[in-house]
């Protein structure tokens, strides 16, 4: 049996080959701050793009996982890797991945408003 930790490992190496195939760099995996972690960041067309992946057994199941919570540390997570890196506040998003056990995928850009907790 595969752990959920291998899971995720390999839905987020799914959609690292997504984002190569479309022309992104990638900047890190799994990329930790002090408010938690940025599963994938991303760069393309001047822009930082900090990426969460969720993998489920339905697109509306993985929709349904993204909690405030993690929107908010998601959120102060890029905040502060823009401040650290002296990134211009005009070029970056944050964008979700939604992964279904049988390979379909949702790419969801913007998925959500950088500094308030808006739902997408």
Partial sequence: MV???IKGINAESRVV???LDSGHE???RRVKTKYGEIDILAFKNNTVIAIEV???KTLDIARECITTRQ???ISKSLQLI???RNISLENYRIDVVLLDRIG???YIINA???ETDTEF
């Fill in 3 to 5: 752990s959920n930790y």
């Fill in 17 to 19: 080959q997504i984002l």
């Fill in 26 to 28: 990638i900047l890190g």
């Fill in 54 to 56: 969720k993998q489920r």
């Fill in 71 to 73: 929107m908010h540390r």
């Fill in 82 to 84: 823009i401040s650290q």
């Fill in 104 to 106: 379909n995928y949702e």
């Fill in 112 to 114: 959500f408003s950088f």
